[in-house]
């Protein structure tokens, strides 16, 4: 029988060093016009950001996340990452 094995959330920034870091600089441009605690709570743990065709999908954790993200941090995120779209869903 396999064993499941907990790992411990991994903060976005250091994944996507290792699985996207064409992303990098569209973070670390966010980062600095953000507070430090707001990055950390609402971007650094987001679950996943994937970008094409001029959209950045954001999955995060919390509903209450993707609320406040969406109505605070729009325009942000869109100037960072140079895209016309910011999508966000929450999965729980």
Known sequence: M??????????????????????LAGLYALKEQMLPAEFEKYINSLIRVRKGNGMLLLI???????????????????SSFGVDRVQ?????
């Open 2 to 23: 396999d064993m499941l094995k907990w790992e411990p959330f991994t903060p976005l920034v250091e994944r996507m060093e290792q699985e996207s870091p064409e992303l």
């Open 60 to 78: 995060t954790k919390k509903e209450m996340y993707r609320s406040i993200i969406e109505s605070r941090f729009v325009p942000l995120i869109r």
């Open 88 to 92: 966000i869903i929450s999965q729980p």
